[in-house]
């Protein structure tokens, strides 16, 4: 600022000299022409006429004049925010208020939406998988992908992975510790479009995957470079361990890379995919792929979704019944495959939602500024007598309301980036992604956009009418009052009025979902939740490879559990209820060869019998397992009340599955079922039980089917206590550490946090739409305080005339809250009208309520009716108690 009045204050000395020059000039001519000096002085300043006029048409000339206006009406405006700041503070924070919550939603939108991922030219990736048809979906075996790359030719490259079971943890020669390991392909960082930035990866040795090639090479990330080598560069070469097996690290990706994304760098590093014999077969021991592919140029979406679907009909023809459930291929961006639809339609909903906060802000500022452009009416009419241009008087508000919107801007983006970190752990609960604390440089200038648009909304429209007020009126005593005054009232009211309408959507909304929390808390769940402390277990089994994890990890553990001070009862099972960490899905076909095939998907789990007694499940039929069934004993299995009645051999008498058999445990030893249990919610509180069928831990040994798919992934520790959480978190966490260290750093937490996270997306939604209902109202609620305060003051005049002509004061008093009533009024039918219609966009959130619940938005409009009129009781109480004589005398 001091560089620019140095800058125009040399200029104008410049102008300054060269006009005084050309003065004694002529002057000096005149006078060698034989006139006196008086005489010359005195003609010349007539040729020149107006000096300061001259000077102002040079500077306009010469471009002066524009900037050094700018930073006039820059150094006003600052002169007026200290003179009023009170008003100033109220135009930035509720300006400030509506960009934080759209920078905020915008900034998560951004990072989970819009740039998931950054790999190169990122549209062209697309995610293959397997699908029944009906909605459930699987990764690709070998056999099935081997025979998609051979006869696609849709795609330039096809990639795949698998993230190593279990956890994995690093040794080199000085140092242990955990990573995440993914198994991938050797043309996976070819397909994301991304090089090593040291060393190579698996593609240099051979392009193609082949078995056995690149076997006993690692690529490291470089967060696990640098920890685990300190960012030595001659590691190419090195060797490490991951779970005992040693590698030879080959490259060095670049610090930004990450995959699968979502996963931070310090916990990956990537080896080469080496098949196994079950990998060769199709059989549920053949470990699923995960397949990212990058389409041809010039191919699209669509036609590479129909090859491939035709490519597997045919493969899934060749295959037994067994695999009839997976007769087509899905195909979708991959971008879109790290979100999930509720997760999405609920950023978008809320997005949505800071939007009308945001525009309720507007209208709030643009309300403040009529106010203001209405009281500075005297002073805008005399700027214009002195000749002050309408231009002119525009920018100088301008000006001024771009002074306050910065502040706002900047001050937006704070409470932006506070909110996010504030929200950092509910975020990182429900989305997939993690979001950056600090905007991107997409996002800065998104949001000076944002403040630009601010200052369209609410500043033009008060600077136009106040530079078009009439100039005689307002320069008449009382001419503020009688000049535009009541056109600027009624223009206000419906902004208010707009203002009401756009919160009762935001406090519909919030209304519909809580009304959804409160459904969702109160469903039966079929299990009991209360002093229930779950462990869930990443396992490592490469501890105990080629021994039986259940007779020396899972039953030790158990029993040391159940010995524990405080232990009323304790199981273990592959989930537990509401969890989502292991949900293993089967699909049962029908081998009736006369039949077209039939398949069902079914929940599977493994427990062992004291899991019914920590989550009080309830038998309907036959019974539970107990210490009878051993690994020599007739493998059983129970199924809960949906299984039994879509599989009963009697549709009509669901227990007359009782006693059937279904699986095969092993050879020539099928597993009967012998109990029947209570429906219970499994995976979401709002969704319908699916069919389930439980096997007992104790009959799951090495050579068992289901071994290998259950025993070495994850497991759920359940413990029922009468001692305090806090109390027993130690002691079970000192017990997962005896029976094996690496369990020690197990995720614990009570059964009812299990159901609170359940929620999902809805609470999620809640949380935000609590916060934005709220800002909406107190934003609505102070603008209709404001209107009305200004109203009254500025008819301070007219109330004492009416109590000096004998008008009750409770008249008074009904005025100001009927002008109230009607802003109201008028607001919330339009906002009823408004929240019937965007409710509809709620509708994938709701359980219990209706999108168009009439209760709600009843209950809604009275509550913001309500809160209106409190707000307007203040200055309606205030006109009433006018001194006649005080409001006379002051007029």
Not at 364 to 392: F, H, K, W, Y
Not at 426 to 436: D, K, M, N, S
Not at 515 to 542: E, K, M, N, Q, W
Request: contains cysteine; glycine residues 8%.
């Amino acid at each position: 600022m001091r560089f620019l009045r140095f800058s125009f204050d040399r200029r104008k000395a410049d102008l300054d000299a060269e006009l005084d020059f050309h003065r004694r000039m002529a002057v000096a001519d005149r006078v060698a022409r034989g006139e006196s000096e008086a005489a010359a002085r005195a003609a010349v300043e007539r040729e020149l006429g107006n000096l300061a006029l001259a000077k102002d048409v040079t500077r306009n000339l010469r471009g002066w004049l524009f900037p050094e206006s700018l930073a006039q009406d820059f150094r006003y405006a600052l002169r007026q925010i200290r003179r009023s700041p009170g008003f100033a503070a109220t135009v930035i924070a509720t300006l400030a208020l509506g960009i934080a919550a759209a920078a905020a939603m915008f900034t998560v939108v951004d990072r989970v939406l819009l740039e998931p991922v950054h790999y190169r030219d990122s549209a062209r990736l697309l995610s293959v998988g397997e699908s029944d048809g009906k909605g459930h979906d699987s990764g690709v075996p070998w056999v099935d992908l081997d025979q998609w790359i051979r006869q696609s030719d849709s795609f330039e490259q096809i990639a795949f992975s698998a993230g190593m079971s279990g956890r994995n943890f690093l040794e080199t020669g000085s140092k242990a510790f955990e990573v995440g390991a993914q198994e991938a392909s050797p043309s996976l960082f070819a397909t994301l479009g991304v090089r090593p930035a040291l060393g190579r990866d698996f593609a240099q040795e051979s392009p193609s995957f082949a078995p056995g090639i690149n076997a006993g090479q690692i690529v490291l990330s470089d967060a696990v470079w640098k920890e685990a080598f300190g960012g030595n560069k001659n590691v190419l070469g090195q060797r490490v361990k991951i779970n005992d097996q040693a590698y030879t690290v080959i490259g060095v990706m670049p610090p930004a890379f990450e995959y699968p994304p979502g996963h931070a760098t310090i916990t990956t590093v990537w080896t080469a995919v080496q098949l196994g014999d079950n990998d060769k077969e199709h059989g549920w021991n053949a470990r699923r792929f995960d397949v990212i592919a990058r389409l041809r140029p010039g191919v699209t979406q669509q036609a590479a979704a129909a090859e491939m679907d035709l490519i597997q009909k045919r493969v899934a023809a060749g295959y037994p019944n067994d695999h009839a459930g997976y007769p087509h291929a899905k195909v979708e961006r991959y971008a879109n495959t790290l979100v999930n639809a509720d997760i999405r339609r609920a950023l978008l909903a809320l997005l949505a939602a800071a939007v009308v906060l945001w525009l309720i802000a507007a209208l709030n500022v643009t309300n403040l500024l009529l106010a203001r452009a209405t009281s500075r009416q005297r002073e805008i009419a005399m700027r214009g007598a002195l000749g002050a241009s309408r231009p002119r008087i525009v920018q100088q508000m301008l000006i001024e309301s771009l002074v306050f919107s910065a502040a706002a801007g900047l001050l937006g983006i704070a409470l932006a980036v506070a909110s996010v970190k504030l929200l950092a752990h509910e975020l990182a609960r429900h989305l997939p992604l993690p979001v950056a604390a600090w905007p991107n440089a997409q996002i800065l200038l998104a949001l000076l956009g944002l403040t630009l648009v601010s200052v369209l909304l609410a500043a033009v429209w008060p600077s136009l009418l106040a530079s078009h007020a009439p100039i005689e009126p307002a320069l008449r005593q009382g001419g503020a009052q009688a000049g535009t005054g009541r056109r600027h009232h009624r223009l206000r009211g419906v902004l208010v009025a707009a203002e009401v309408a756009l919160s009762l959507i935001l406090l519909v909304g919030c209304g519909l979902l809580l009304r959804t929390i409160y459904a969702l808390s109160h469903v039966p769940l079929g299990f009991r939740t209360d002093h229930i402390v779950v462990a869930h277990l990443d396992i490592p089994s490469f501890r105990f490879a080629k021994r039986n994890m259940t007779a020396d990890l899972y039953t030790p553990l158990l029993d040391r559990t159940q010995h524990l001070h405080g232990v009323e009862s304790a199981g273990l099972v592959s989930e537990v209820p509401l969890a989502r960490t292991f949900n293993v899905m089967l699909y049962l076909g029908d081998d009736n060869q006369n039949a077209a095939p039939v398949t069902a998907s079914i929940a599977f789990k493994a427990v062992t019998p004291g899991i019914q007694r920590v989550f009080g499940y309830r038998v309907a039929a036959g019974r539970f397992f107990d210490a009878n069934d051993t690994p020599t004993s007739q493998p059983v299995a129970v199924v809960n009340e949906e299984f039994a009645r879509e599989h009963s051999p009697d549709k009509h008498n669901p227990n007359a599955i009782l006693g059937t058999k279904s699986l095969e445990m092993r050879k020539k030893a099928p597993v009967r079922i012998v109990g029947i249990l209570d429906d219970t919610r499994q995976f979401t509180l709002d969704s319908h039980p699916s069919p389930e069928l439980d096997i007992p831990l104790q009959q799951l040994t090495p050579d068992a089917s289901f071994y290998s798919m259950m025993e070495g992934i994850a497991m759920d520790l359940a413990v029922r206590t009468s001692e305090p959480t806090k109390i027993m978190i130690p002691e079970i966490r000192d017990a997962l550490r005896q029976a094996s260290p690496e369990l020690a750093g197990a995720d614990i937490s009570t059964m009812d946090e299990i159901v609170e996270d359940s929620f999902g997306s809805q609470r999620l939604a809640a949380h935000l739409l609590e916060i934005f209902g709220f800002s909406a109202l107190l934003l609505c609620v102070a603008g209709l305080y404001g209107l009305l305060a200004y109203i009254v003051t500025q008819r301070t005049r007219e109330m004492g005339v009416r109590i000096a002509l004998g008008a009750p004061r409770a008249n008074l008093l009904w005025l100001v809250l009927r002008q109230a009533g009607i802003m109201l009024v008028l607001g919330v039918a339009a906002g009823s009208a408004l929240a019937w219609a965007s409710s509809r966009l709620l509708r994938g959130f709701l359980y219990g309520v209706q999108a168009h619940d009439g209760w709600t938005l009843s209950l809604s409009a009275i509550l913001l009716f309500l809160s209106g009129m409190l707000a307007a009781y203040l200055p309606a109480r205030r006109a009433s108690r006018v001194d006649p004589m005080q409001a006379l005398r002051a007029e």
